[in-house]
């Protein structure tokens, strides 16, 4: 089990991540989402939080030159499940599953985004809190990328984690580290540890995080037994 700030520190630029688990008290489910970018397009985003809803939008309006893969819904909560991405496919796993599909079936209707020459990997995760589970809930973690750079051929690896330890987490996210192309992800999620309460959690993965590159940072702890929450955001833009 590596430490997120170590894992954060020598890539100085992993895209945007995903960060599930169990918080070292065991109480609560942990939800971390964090975006980069390298374009000015990218850079000028915030997130914000609306009736449990966190959303990307423009820090300034008037600067965005195309919202289309980076304007979306990060988070959502159907019932007893969280759902995070880093696309519009939030949206389409909520609505699928609103109509009793799986977490897997709803991202068979997708794939990586259409950004030749990266095509961006898209990551997702869900947060499932389970009454009848002596833990209180699961989770699961599921990358679409294309092989080896390909764009003929699409890969679907999905992770399903049980009884989740205390203090441990997976790690998954769009980039190997910088590059061009853009490398993607390669292997299963990470193993992290998770430590402290959501402030301490949220300042080591934000001020590991490259200076240049890192734009917002958001973060959820969820009661396993009462399924109240929670959350913080840290947004480059507004100064933090």
């Known amino acids: 089990m590596s430490k997120i700030e170590e894992m954060l520190k020598i890539n100085d630029y992993p895209g945007r991540g995903i960060i599930i688990g169990r918080d070292n008290s065991g109480e609560c489910a942990v939800i971390a989402y964090f975006i980069m970018g390298r374009s000015e397009n990218s850079r000028n985003r915030i997130f914000s939080e609306l009736n449990g809803i966190v959303r ?18 990060a988070v959502r909560a159907l ?18 599953m609103d109509r009793q599909m799986t977490f ?9 985004e259409p950004d030749k020459p990266n095509y961006t990997p898209r990551i997702s995760g869900i947060v499932h809190l389970n009454d009848k589970s002596a833990c209180g809930f699961n989770y699961a973690l599921s990358i679409i990328k294309t092989d080896g750079g390909c764009p003929d051929s699409v890969q679907r690896f999905n992770f399903a984690y049980n009884n989740p330890i205390k203090g441990k987490g997976h790690f998954i996210h769009t980039y190997s580290g910088n590059g061009n192309p853009l490398p993607g992800f390669v292997g299963e999620p990470r193993s992290v540890e998770i430590s402290g309460n959501i402030n301490e959690f949220m300042r080591v993965i934000w001020d590991s995080m490259n200076i240049e590159n890192k734009i917002s940072l958001y973060t959820r702890f969820i009661d396993v037994k009462t399924g109240k929450y929670e959350s913080g955001i840290l947004n480059k833009n507004n100064g933090d």
């Open 104 to 112: 897997e079936q709803a991202l068979r209707m997708r794939e990586f």
């Open 79 to 96: 019932g007893n499940k969280t759902i995070v991405s880093n696309g519009d496919h939030t949206d389409t796993i909520y609505d699928c």
């Open 56 to 73: 990307t939008q423009a820090h300034e309006p008037s600067k965005l030159s195309d919202p289309s893969l980076i304007i979306y819904n």
